[in-house]
Nanobody, 113 residues
Framework: VQLQASGGGLVQAGESLRLSCAASGSIFSINAWAWYRQAPGKKREMVAT???????IYADSVKGRFTISRNNAKNTVYLQMNSLNPEDTAVYYC????????WGQGTLVTVSS
């Protein structure tokens, strides 16, 4: 299984971006997806999770601004990011979790003030 993330780019503060991450190969429909990010000089942190039970979990810093969603038919997870601010600048990684543990290659999001 390989994960291909896309959708990153350079935007101004207040704008929006939508990240996508598609899994190639056959995977179980019941699984967990997550988005993480790593800013320069900082540890990788969880941004949003879509659990195998269907619940969504968000980091406090993105609640109300980011939305994780999935399309099982396309083996794809999305991260809609609204009201971006410079603190959201990071490389964003998708993760196909339970029962797997696969990572995408990362996509850079840069938010200018």
């Amino acid at each position: 299984v390989q994960l291909q993330a896309s959708g990153g780019g350079l935007v101004q503060a207040g704008e929006s971006l939508r990240l996508s991450c598609a899994a190639s190969g056959s995977i179980f429909s019941i699984n967990a997806w997550a988005w993480y990010r790593q800013a320069p000089g900082k540890k990788r942190e969880m941004v949003a999770t879509y659990t195998n039970g269907g619940a969504t979990i968000y980091a406090d810093s993105v609640k109300g601004r980011f939305t994780i969603s999935r399309n099982n038919a396309k083996n794809t997870v999305y991260l809609q990011m609204n009201s971006l601010n410079p603190e959201d600048t990071a490389v964003y990684y998708c993760n196909l979790g339970f029962p797997y543990n696969y990572w995408g290659q990362g996509t850079l999001v840069t938010v200018s003030s």
